[in-house]
């Protein structure tokens, strides 16, 4: 009975506790900084949305804490609350970073300062002088600079950082250590039934086992990137073969000793590349869908794909590739052909549709030549073949470009620029 009596008081007290906080809430009586020499104490309340003379609450000091972390101003920061005389007081100690005096990378033959530099802007890092000193941020430069040295195939290479404090000031080196580039030694495939390794191996174009004349190409250089590289090259050959379902799975990349070719021993990789070839496939059908200006057999004819022979992703692509030119050719500038392959197991058949958006023909707008000092417009102009208003014929704008280049005359800093007419979208006007 006694136990039951207290329970009952005790959550009296609680609900009257609660109820006399919400009626009478602790107000935020002042802020005190402390620690602070460079960042002001205007600037920190700036990034607080706690205020003085304002209701004091937990959540939003826990913000506060994480904003002012995030400004990258600091190194240690800690909030204490205090019982003030009307209020609460809050206590923000800090101990600021230092600043960035300099930042200078050291020793890379292969990989220079302005690689790095666009690699960072690309990763939206930024560590330049008279910035707040970061741990993370120099974490983060030496992963891209460890990264640019795998681009390089210098998989050995490393990253000493070396961090020179002088009176709240910094001064960052990174030392390049670039190592020996590593080497391709042996390539192994895992599943091919139907393709030959030395097969697979001839279409992987983009990295090669060592040997002499990959050793003179520098293909046999082990990189992350030139192995996604020569993945992709491996699908397309297979997919060039008919087999259309095949799945490369995920390298193994293992460490070995092998004779290189000036019979050194030395440490290679060896890759182990697992393949799921699935069926082969043979074409079943084409179907022309949306062309007007050009007949059916006249595009199937330009695709050169048979019926009944083993489908062929590149010749495919080869097929759009010369129907697009020739759209092209007749001022169908904007035609685009978009393959559609429907699949049918039980047969192992490819059913190819080619969707044709074949839009408006384009004419020749406006033709300008920018910085000609040495010659005059007429002279350029005689040597092209379309003229403004001309239907815009692309073989015969390649043939143009090819007769101005070889005038002798003049030089193309870039390849011109073309785009349509702000008012007619069938304009096409040419600057250069």
Request: hydrophobic share 35%.
């Amino acid at each position: 009975m006694r136990r039951k009596l207290m329970k009952k008081l005790f959550l009296a007290f609680f609900i009257f506790s609660s109820a006399i906080s919400l009626l009478f809430p602790e107000i935020i009586e002042r802020i005190e900084v402390i620690g602070n020499k460079r960042v002001g104490k205007d600037t920190i309340l700036f990034y607080m949305k706690s205020r003085e003379g304002e209701e004091f609450n937990e959540e939003i000091v826990s913000s506060d804490f994480k904003t002012l972390w995030s400004t990258g101003f600091f190194s240690d920061i800690r909030i204490e609350k205090e019982n003030g005389d009307s209020g609460c007081i809050l206590k923000i100690y800090v101990e600021e970073n230092p600043v960035v005096k300099s930042v200078e990378y050291k020793k890379s033959k292969s990989i220079k300062e302005e690689d790095i530099k666009n690699k960072l802007k690309e990763k939206n890092i930024s560590l330049l002088p008279y910035s707040y000193f970061s741990p993370y941020k120099i974490m983060k430069v030496e992963e891209v600079i460890k990264e640019l040295l795998q681009s390089k195939g210098l998989v050995n290479g490393k990253v000493n950082t070396k961090i020179k404090k002088d009176k709240g000031e910094v001064e960052i080196t990174f030392e390049i250590d670039e190592g020996s580039k590593i080497r391709v030694g042996e390539i192994v495939f895992e599943g091919n039934k139907k393709v030959s390794s030395g097969a697979l191996r001839r279409g992987m174009k983009e990295i090669k086992k060592h040997g002499i004349i990959s050793w003179i190409t520098s293909k046999d250089v082990y990189s992350q990137e030139k192995l996604e590289k020569g993945i992709d090259k491996l699908k397309e050959y297979y997919q060039s073969k008919g087999f259309m379902e095949v799945k490369i799975g995920t390298p193994r990349v293992e460490r070995i000793k092998k004779r290189d070719i000036f019979f050194s021993k030395k440490e290679m990789v060896k890759l182990v590349i697992p393949v799921e070839e699935g069926p082969q496939y043979r074409l079943g059908s084409v179907k022309i869908i949306g062309n007007k200006v050009l007949p059916a057999r006249v595009l199937e004819s330009i695709l050169k794909m048979k019926k009944g022979y083993v489908y062929n992703v590149k010749k495919r692509n080869k097929g759009i590739e010369e129907i697009q030119k020739l759209y092209g050719e007749g001022g169908y500038f904007y035609a685009q052909i978009m393959p559609i392959e429907n699949l049918d197991p039980e047969k192992r058949l490819v059913h190819l549709e080619l969707h044709v958006q074949e839009n408006d023909q384009c004419y020749l707008g406006k033709l300008e030549f920018k910085g000609n000092t040495f010659t005059k417009d007429f002279v350029i102009r005689r040597e092209w073949l379309l003229r403004e208003g001309d239907i815009f014929n692309t073989k015969l704008f390649e043939l143009s470009l090819k007769r101005v280049k070889q005038l002798g005359l003049v030089d193309f800093e870039k390849f011109p620029e073309v785009k349509p007419d702000p008012s007619d979208h069938r304009k096409i006007n040419v600057s250069m």
